[in-house]
T-cell receptor, first 113, second 110 residues
Framework: DAKTTQPNSMESNEEEPVHLPCNHSTISGTDYIHWYRQLPSQGPEYVIHGLTSNVNNRMASLAIAEDRKSSTLILHRATLRDAAVYYCILRDSGSGNTGKLIFGQGTTLQVKP | NAGVMQNPRHLVRRRGQEARLRCSPMKGHSHVYWYRQLPEEGLKFMVYLQKENIIDESGMPKERFSAEFPKEGPSILRIQQVVRGDSAAYFC????????FGPGTRLTVL
């Protein structure tokens, strides 16, 4: 499974946008970019995923570079409840892939009031 | 996270005892993944099961650990003769395009 690189930690102020970067220079053509987050003492939670085009949903936006070697998760207005570890994961959609998620260390986001 | 049930939420065992962790996937889902999160570490894939079949167990320790997902009932992750190093949070997930995770079972081995 292709590897992703994320900063260990980031800080944000409440009500401000947050841009969480992820590098995945070895991404393959069949890899989808998935983002999950894990709030303290909870299981991971799906945030968003995309392949090539930018994606928006009620939780966040995903901006994918044209060469797909990097992506950015955008939280438009951070709240205290967004404080979590954010994981950027490549998930192979090719045949024979079991769909398991390979988690890295993620980015720990702190949101200051 | 709604819909994936895990029990117990907390489990305490003494060294040498057996631990049984249960996971009921979301209604209509027949695929289950188990992950382990050691203290201060990220989640690690353990095993992927469909009903009555183990599809991928590449992340399972070679000894003492087993998993099943019977035709009826929850998926069970079984750890025999637990040791202190087994203390961790164990999460299961059921899968569509995205994976829906349960709240986890926190195993403490004394």
């Amino acid at each position: 499974d292709a590897k992703t690189t994320q900063p260990n930690s980031m800080e944000s102020n409440e009500e401000e946008p947050v841009h969480l970067p992820c590098n995945h220079s070895t991404i393959s053509g069949t890899d989808y970019i998935h983002w999950y987050r894990q709030l303290p003492s909870q299981g991971p939670e799906y945030v968003i995923h995309g392949l090539t085009s930018n994606v928006n949903n009620r939780m966040a936006s995903l901006a994918i570079a044209e060469d797909r070697k990097s992506s950015t998760l955008i939280l438009h207005r951070a709240t205290l409840r967004d404080a979590a570890v954010y994981y950027c994961i490549l998930r192979d959609s090719g045949s024979g892939n079991t769909g398991k998620l390979i988690f890295g260390q993620g980015t720990t986001l702190q949101v200051k009031p | 996270n709604a819909g994936v049930m895990q029990n117990p939420r907390h489990l305490v065992r003494r060294r040498g005892q057996e631990a049984r962790l249960r996971c009921s996937p979301m209604k209509g889902h027949s695929h289950v993944y188990w992950y382990r999160q050691l203290p201060e570490e990220g989640l690690k894939f353990m095993v992927y099961l469909q009903k009555e079949n183990i599809i991928d167990e590449s992340g399972m320790p070679k000894e003492r650990f087993s998993a099943e997902f019977p035709k009826e009932g929850p998926s069970i992750l079984r750890i025999q003769q637990v040791v202190r190093g087994d203390s961790a949070a164990y999460f299961c997930a059921s899968s569509g395009i995205e994976q829906f995770f349960g709240p986890g079972t926190r195993l403490t081995v004394l």
